[in-house]
Nanobody, 125 residues
Framework: VQLQASGGGLVQAGGSLRLSCAASGRTFSSYSMGWFRQAPGKEREFVAGISRSGGTTRYGDSVKGRFTISRDNAKDTVYLQMDSLKPEDTSVYYC???????????????????WGQGTQVTVSS
């Protein structure tokens, strides 16, 4: 599967952005999907994940209550709605696809098999 992330940009603290990740190549609904982020000099961090049907979601502690992951299997797209953005949310955001059926949602980078190219999100104070 090929993944194309978009929607990043520059936003002021307290603002919102919505990231999109369009998938192509195989049946989108056969993958759990996740969003990760990586700031310069830091490890890649789990942000949010969603199960194949969309019925299960999971969030990293730093974004709980502010970010919402969703998916539209008819459009082969996963979204990340980011509200109440903070300067510390500044990172490159990556979408990823997990081809392995698992209970719940994977949170480790090793759980994901395919990665998009990343989109930059910059939050100014």
């Amino acid at each position: 599967v090929q993944l194309q992330a978009s929607g990043g940009g520059l936003v002021q603290a307290g603002g919102s952005l919505r990231l999109s990740c369009a998938a192509s190549g195989r049946t989108f609904s056969s993958y759990s999907m996740g969003w990760f982020r990586q700031a310069p000099g830091k490890e890649r961090e789990f942000v949010a994940g969603i199960s194949r049907s969309g019925g299960t979601t999971r969030y990293g502690d730093s974004v709980k209550g502010r970010f919402t992951i969703s998916r539209d299997n008819a459009k082969d797209t996963v979204y990340l709605q980011m509200d109440s953005l903070k300067p510390e949310d500044t990172s490159v955001y990556y979408c990823a696809a997990d081809a392995v059926y698992r209970i719940g949602v994977g949170v480790a980078t090793a759980d994901y098999d395919y990665w998009g190219q990343g989109t930059q999100v910059t939050v100014s104070s």
